[in-house]
Each structure stands twice: as structure tokens, then as C-alpha cells.
């Protein structure tokens, strides 16, 4: 696949991938994690990663940061390019210097992400001296001004993470993460153990910090409605890989691929009235023995019998807007029905 | 009038923790209707998960009445109770991942309850009680060996659906049965549901954080705030006219999955306040943007406000629309 059918104006990357493969593998079996994905990152826009869950998104997070467990898992093929270098081709030294200060992750769950036994105040400063030259005054100053920054009162810097609530804990988490200012920030499900007024703080702090700093973001969450109120572009994956991606209103308005149409039909919704949800019948096919033809095929409403003759590819179906899917190629048989009719 | 199944009259149920007395649920009042489905919403903490449990009588009471078909469940003698009432009320829980015996057959975890309850039941009348079950939740026969580990989510949940209906009950305590689960097996269970109560006219009291499921499955909605009811009226109503200021953050809270419609949100200060030992004060007032003197000094009490909509606040004609 070339870049142009990734269709964006190539200018201002922060992040690319490029046909990025992940298998884990163990003795008994290779799990395809993800398998081919095909992304590009504007400075200072927010990506929404949507998928359920194996669908691949963790795994390519945790790709970029270099973080895969070792010996398990693997790039197998493609590169991650982070502001014109290939992140693949750097030693883990390297990495590390990169991890914290240029690429962030905020983790899932922030009851777990903190050390439990260290002040949280320290936890912030000790990631400003490892990337900084600067003297641990300076690094415990920098510290409490995130914490004052993320809504917390500098005078707990002393205090350990059980006690503060699970919604402060994952501000504090922000601000580690943020504390170097890195230039992209990659939050994996930052809400999804929260409450929602919870969540409605952290989004709204997010967003706050995004607009003040800038920072590039990439934010992984299975809800939609977090996606259209804080992203610029979606990629929805599904089975490893990016089954439609584009500009958020029009993944929303206009959604290409089956997938996403059925999953925008199964959520109940607040403003209008539904009988029955509708279905997605079957489930996420087994990422260690994948089809040969179209992963979604089997769960597929609107599927023929093309789709199961080879794996569709990523098409511009219109500008800048992508979908895996053959009904947007001339191999579509024109009697197939079409539109996502039951 | 509909049958009522469950009336519930000023249950109270505290613990008694070193630092204090901790209100989980206090001074709460409602009716079930027979063939309903009751919401309860609210953020963690807030009691509605010991509501429930104190409801299926796993938790005893520390006050108040549970009447089931008009007969007191919350003081009875726990043996009568188990050995009259349990099988009728049942309970799904949360987590399919938690609530399942690792070491236990599909098969097997079925048919346990039944034989809990029917302990002179022959062995093939209990395997064709649970055969049947399982076809009626939509597990294939082939799963029978399965252990829960080999399976996804969605299944796990069935299980679980599989194991409260072997009883036959008439009433079922859902604890947040989808919260653990990908939007797509959520609409599978949610569906599930809705067809079971159909067909066997089960009464449901679904406790959830989600609003847009509850509002999906639910005919009445509560709202509660450390262990007190603060609304509660028809689902729909609910999203009408939304009265409580609690209750107008939260639904404000909910990310939309529409990008035209932008809304003002009602972002609230801080986070729950501590139900050990609260102060005889509404216990929202700390969060409240409305609060005032009187909000300090004074608990408000659930009154209705209009028919079948009843808010816990002082202010309350205020926000009506």
C-alpha cells in the first residue's frame, strides 16, 4: 500500500506508520495482533483508535513506545516514524530517552499504573530529572506546578497514591505523563475506570491542556461519544487492522465500512427511541488463525460472495476518507445489495 | 394499578467501620411493579450495588422493610428465606470474569443452583432442566465441557443469565450485567434480556452507571447519591424534565456519539463526599453549583412533584421545566 492512499497532505507529521505488523508469538501459536496499519498523525490533532477489544489497539501503543513484552512480541514488518526518524531502528537506550520526553502514554487503569509505595510528588519530579538537566529543587518545582496544573494542591505532593480518589489518581498520571511536554501523547482508555461526571473533568482537563500545549494525541477508547467530543480524525480497527479512518464528522455522518455502521446501530441511544438493538451476530474472529479473506466477512450484513474470494484493501472511497472494504472497489458486484439494510 | 412484585419501605443498611458508621444505603422507598424493569443509577459508591445485594438478602438489613408479595423478606428468618424466597429472586452479576468457578464445566455451573435449590431432583431431570436453559440463553450444546476461560465475554454473561434462570425466578437483580462488556455482545445481552422478560414476565431491577442502557431497558428510573434516592420517576420523563441538579450533571456528563450537537455541559466540582457519619445536610450540596444556606442546614426529603416524578430537593420547582 502506498502513502497516497492514505490520503492526507503530507506535511506536518508528527507520527507515521507505516504498514506496521505486531505478532506475538508463543511456542504453541502466533497471534496476528496487528496486521498492516497504515497511519499518519497532524502536529496538534487529537486521532481517535476505536475498536473493541483484541481488536489491536493497546498492542499498536504499546508498539510506538517500544514497550511490546519482549521475547513475545514482535514488529515483524513496516516502520513508526516520530518526526522523521524510524523509532525501530533505535537501541533501547535510545528509546528511553525518547519514552517520557517526546511520546507519552497515559495507561487504562491509574490504580495500578502508580508506584504505591513513593510519594506522588516524587513520582512527577523523577521523571522531569531523568529527561532534564536541571537540579532536584528545580524538578520538585516543576512537579508541584504540574500538579497545581492538573487541579491538585501542590502541599500533597507528599502524599502516597491510596489516598487520593481513583479520578485523581489518573490526573496524576497526566502529569507524569506530561510533565516533560512531550510532543505526542498516547492515552489508552484514560477514562474508562471512571465515573462519568469523573470522566467529564478529565476530558474537559484534557482537552484544556491540549489546546494550552499543543501536544499531539493519540486517544484509544471504545466509546463513541468520547471520540466525537474530543478527536479531529478517527481510525476505527477492527481484527489488527484500521478498517476506516478519516475526518471525525465525516466517519460519523458518513460511516464507509459495514463495521462501523453496525456498531454506531448497537449502541443504545439517549435521543431517540429503539425496540431492539441491533446486532452484531457472531464475534471478533480469533487473532491466531485469521481468514485469508475480509476479517469481518463472517459478521458482515451487507457481505457477497467477492468478499470471500481475497482481503480487501484500503481504499479513498471519498477524500480523506478510507475504508477496507470492497464495495468501494470496482470489483463490487453491482447487483450486491448495499447501504447496511438488514 | 399494575401488581405490585416489591414494595420497599425506609430500608436503611450501614456498616459499621472503625471510622464510623457508613450509610450505604439510607432511608430508601420504592415500589417494583410486576413485568417492570427498574433502573437504578448513580456513580460508584453510591450504594446501589448494596441495595441490590440487601434486596436479594445477601446482605441483612440494618432497618426498614422489603416486602415481596407482601411478605416482610428483610426480617424473616434467613433458613425460611432461602428455603421460600431464594429461588425466586436472583441475581446477575458484573463480572462474568469474577463470578464464575474457574474449576467448574459450563455444564456444571448451570446445574448447580438447580441442585442447590432441589436436592431430591434426579440427575436426568437436572441435566435436562440445565440443557434446557442453555438453549434458551443461546449457548450452543457443544459448550457444555467448556470451562469459563475458553470463553469470551459475552458467553461468560450467558452463563450467568443461564444460572439466575434455572431457578425460575420472578425477579432478577441485574448488577451492571453489561458494564464488562464491547458494545456489540452489550446489545446482544441487553437484547437477551428484553426477550426473557417477555416471554417469562420477569421484573427486573437493573442497576447500572450507563444512562443510555438504562434508558434503553428500564420503565422507571431512581437516581441515587450516597445511599439516597434523589429522583426517581419514568424513564423517559427522566430525560424530559431532569430536575435534580445531581441528576442534570450526570445526564450532561454522558458523551454523546454526535458530533453536531455540541452541549453546555454541567461540569461538577470534586468528587463524592464521604457516606461515613454525614452531616444531617443535603449530601449533594458540596458539588452542587446551586447550593445555598438552607441546602447545609436541612436534609430534603423525596417528595413528588408531580405525578410519579419525585425530587429530593429543597429548590426543586426551580428546575422544573
Known amino acids: 500500500m502506498s502513502n497516497k492512499e492514505l490520503a492526507r497532505n503530507t506535511s506536518d507529521k508528527i507520527l507515521a506508520l507505516k504498514d506496521l505488523v505486531i505478532h506475538y508469538e508463543t511456542d504453541e501459536e502466533v497471534v496476528e495482533a496487528v496486521n498492516g496499519i497504515e497511519l499518519e498523525l497532524e502536529k496538534g490533532k487529537v486521532l481517535g483508535l476505536v475498536g473493541e477489544t483484541g481488536a489491536g489497539k493497546t498492542t499498536t501503543a504499546l508498539g510506538i513506545m517500544g514497550l511490546l513484552p519482549s521475547k513475545v512480541g514482535h514488529v515483524v514488518q513496516g516502520s513508526i516514524w516520530l518526526d522523521g526518524e524510524n523509532l525501530l531502528e533505535k537501541s533501547e537506550r535510545e528509546m528511553r530517552s525518547v519514552r517520557g520526553k517526546k511520546i507519552s502514554m497515559i495507561f487504562q487503569d491509574p490504580m495500578t499504573a502508580l508506584n504505591p509505595v513513593k510519594p506522588v510528588g516524587e513520582q512527577i519530579a523523577e521523571v522531569v530529572l531523568l529527561h532534564n538537566h536541571c537540579s532536584k529543587a528545580e524538578a520538585i518545582k516543576r512537579a508541584q506546578d504540574m500538579l497545581a496544573m492538573v487541579g491538585i494542591v501542590p502541599e500533597r505532593y507528599k502524599e502516597y497514591p491510596h489516598q487520593f480518589s481513583g479520578g485523581m489518581k489518573q490526573r496524576i498520571v497526566i502529569a507524569i505523563a506530561l510533565a516533560c511536554e512531550p510532543d505526542l501523547l498516547i492515552a489508552d482508555e484514560p477514562t474508562t475506570a471512571l465515573d462519568v461526571t469523573i470522566q467529564a473533568q478529565i476530558l474537559d482537563m484534557m482537552r484544556k491542556l491540549q489546546n494550552d500545549k499543543g501536544t499531539s494525541m493519540i486517544l484509544i477508547t471504545h466509546d463513541l461519544g468520547v471520540v466525537a467530543e474530543m478527536c479531529d480524525d478517527v481510525a476505527v480497527m477492527y481484527a489488527g487492522q484500521i478498517v476506516e479512518y478519516g475526518p471525525l464528522v465525516e466517519v460519523f455522518d458518513n460511516p464507509k465500512h459495514p463495521y462501523t455502521r453496525a456498531l454506531y446501530k448497537s449502541i443504545p441511544s439517549l435521543d431517540k427511541d429503539v425496540e431492539r438493538l441491533n446486532v452484531i451476530p457472531g464475534l471478533v474472529p480469533d487473532p491466531s488463525n485469521l481468514p485469508a479473506y475480509c476479517s469481518f466477512y463472517e459478521r458482515c450484513q451487507e457481505r457477497c460472495d467477492k468478499c470471500k474470494e481475497f482481503e480487501p484493501w484500503a481504499v479513498e472511497a471519498s477524500l480523506g476518507h478510507v475504508a477496507r472494504c470492497i464495495q468501494y472497489t470496482p470489483e463490487w458486484p453491482a447487483d450486491a445489495k448495499k447501504g447496511g439494510e438488514e | ?321
Open chain 2, 1 to 321: 394499578m399494575a401488581e405490585l412484585l416489591m414494595e420497599v419501605k425506609n430500608l436503611k443498611k450501614y456498616f459499621f467501620t472503625p471510622r464510623g458508621t457508613l450509610h450505604a444505603v439510607d432511608n430508601v422507598t420504592f415500589n417494583i411493579e410486576k413485568g417492570k424493569t427498574i433502573g437504578i443509577v448513580g456513580e460508584s459508591g453510591c450504594g446501589k450495588s448494596t441495595l441490590g445485594k440487601t434486596l436479594m438478602r445477601l446482605h441483612s438489613a440494618t432497618s426498614g422493610q422489603v416486602l415481596y408479595k407482601g411478605a416482610d423478606i428483610a426480617s424473616m428468618d434467613i433458613k425460611q428465606f432461602k428455603k421460600n424466597y431464594r429461588s425466586h429472586i436472583q441475581m446477575i452479576f458484573q463480572d462474568p470474569y469474577a463470578s464464575l468457578d474457574p474449576r467448574m464445566s459450563v455444564f456444571q455451573l448451570i446445574q448447580e443452583p438447580i441442585k442447590v435449590q432441589n436436592k431430591k431432583m434426579p440427575k436426568a431431570e437436572v441435566e435436562k432442566k440445565a440443557r434446557d436453559i442453555m438453549e434458551f440463553v443461546g449457548l450452543a450444546k457443544r459448550l457444555e465441557g467448556a470451562y469459563p476461560h475458553e470463553l469470551d465475554g459475552g458467553r461468560r454473561q450467558r452463563i450467568g443469565i443461564a444460572r439466575a434462570l434455572s431457578l425460575n425466578p420472578e425477579f432478577i437483580v441485574c448488577d451492571e450485567p453489561v458494564s464488562a462488556l464491547d458494545v456489540s455482545i452489550q446489545a446482544q445481552i441487553l437484547n437477551l434480556l428484553q426477550d426473557l422478560q417477555k416471554e417469562r414476565g420477569l421484573t427486573y431491577m437493573f442497576i447500572t452507571h450507563d444512562m443510555s442502557v438504562v434508558k434503553h431497558i428500564s420503565d422507571d428510573i431512581a437516581v441515587m447519591y450516597l445511599g439516597q434516592m434523589i429522583e426517581k420517576c419514568e424513564a423517559k420523563e427522566i430525560f424530559r424534565d431532569t430536575i435534580h441538579p445531581y441528576s442534570q450533571a450526570l445526564l450532561s456528563a454522558i458523551p454523546i456519539p454526535n458530533v453536531h450537537e455540541k452541549r453546555e455541559r454541567m461540569v461538577l466540582k470534586g468528587e463524592l463526599t464521604s457516606p461515613i457519619d454525614p452531616k444531617p445536610c443535603c449530601r449533594f450540596a458540596a458539588r452542587c453549583p446551586y447550593a445555598t444556606d438552607k441546602c447545609l442546614a436541612e436534609e430534603p426529603v423525596l417528595r413528588e412533584l408531580k405525578p410519579g416524578h419525585s425530587v429530593a430537593c429543597h429548590f426543586a420547582e426551580k428546575f422544573m421545566k
